[in-house]
């Protein structure tokens, strides 16, 4: 039975790192084909509302690289995503990615974007929860602050591989009041 949001449900916040979506599930398939990203977005939209809560404002969050397609555009559009491009940054000086192994002469924002961006909404009167779509441990720092200030932090990693390493932030997400279950949905198992 499907759980209906209220008026009075907490109030979501949805942020997306599309490249760590897109990746980690292209990663996880070998292609386009078996991703099924517009499925998924359903889900996790009907994950939200059935067992978190209501979506802030309506809306979700991408945040993107300059490179998104226009299907993913749509799609996004579609499912009530608001588009927020990340345009890469010069460095002044190149440096060496050793992980890659190249020299690298930008760098990508989208990461930053994020966490300056729900810094921003911390403030929000109806914001009770941040759900997080990705698994970089670079937003390990933003999850503590959340915690601080008694906001709940929910995560949905695209793949389980998708995890930084140490999967500290997996750690950080919150248990849901209201199902007692933590607030968590791998992608890539619906």
Not at 159 to 188: F, H, R, W, Y
């Amino acid at each position: 039975m499907e759980i209906q949001p209220s008026l009075h449900s907490p109030q979501v916040l949805l942020l997306i790192d599309w490249d760590n979506l897109f990746y980690g599930l292209f990663n996880r398939f070998g292609g386009v084909e078996g991703m099924h990203i517009e499925e998924r977005l359903d889900k996790l939209l009907k994950w939200v509302s059935g067992e978190i809560g209501i979506i802030l404002g309506g809306h979700g969050f991408v945040f993107a690289p300059e490179h998104l397609t226009l299907i993913h555009q749509q799609m996004c559009i579609k499912h009530g995503l608001i588009l927020i491009t990340c345009p890469k940054r010069h460095l002044q000086e190149p440096r060496m990615n050793i992980e890659k192994g190249r020299i690298e002469t930008e760098e990508d924002t989208v990461d930053q974007t994020i966490i300056d961006f729900a810094k921003m909404m911390i403030g929000h009167p109806d914001l009770k929860t941040i759900l997080l779509v990705s698994g970089d441990n670079d937003y390990v720092p933003l999850f503590e602050e959340l915690g601080r200030r008694g906001i709940l932090r929910a995560l949905a990693p695209p793949t389980l591989n998708s995890l930084a390493k140490k999967a500290e932030l997996i750690n950080l997400v919150d248990i849901n009041p209201k199902t007692g279950k933590k607030m968590l949905l791998v992608l890539d198992e619906i």
